[in-house]
């Protein structure tokens, strides 16, 4: 199986959830975590978040200054940790898992706070 296809599991205050990280563009992947049993369609949790892949971005990382490499870059990996706390502050924003309608679709900013992305219209 590709890493690409692998889905993980997380139990958030009793409830299960399946989450996978999945690469929008060289600096940027997207977190989607829904419900354990349901399918990924039905209103999954959307958390677009910064990572400059270090394979991708080896040459601009190296020639950097050593002490401005984790100001300039996001080269940390997403941790289960960090999966919970999002799931966490996401239904504390108005996620609701099991309703296509809320609001699931988020950025993590510089401070790892999660902001609302509007819905497209």
């Known amino acids: 199986m590709s890493k690409r296809n692998i889905v993980r599991r997380i139990t958030v205050n009793s409830i299960d959830y399946v989450w996978r990280v999945q690469r929008l563009d060289?600096?940027?992947?997207?977190?989607?975590?829904?419900?354990?049993?349901?399918?990924?369609?039905?209103?999954?949790?959307?958390?677009?978040?910064?990572?400059?892949?270090?394979?991708?971005?080896?040459?601009?990382?190296?020639?950097?200054?050593?002490?401005?490499?984790?100001?300039?870059?996001?080269?940390?990996?997403?941790?289960?940790?960090?999966?919970?706390?999002?799931?966490?502050?996401?239904?504390?924003?108005?996620?609701d898992p099991e309703s296509a309608s809320s609001q699931r679709r988020f950025t993590r900013d510089a401070h790892g706070k999660l902001v609302p992305i509007a819905p497209p219209e």
Not at 44 to 56: A, N
Not at 70 to 82: C, D, E, M, V
């Open 26 to 95: 060289p600096q940027m992947v997207v977190l989607r975590v829904w419900l354990r049993g349901r399918a990924r369609r039905d209103a999954p949790l959307e958390v677009q978040i910064r990572y400059d892949d270090p394979w991708l971005n080896f040459g601009p990382i190296i020639t950097a200054p050593p002490e401005q490499v984790h100001s300039i870059f996001q080269l940390a990996p997403i941790t289960t940790g960090q999966v919970r706390t999002m799931i966490e502050a996401a239904l504390t924003a108005g996620w």
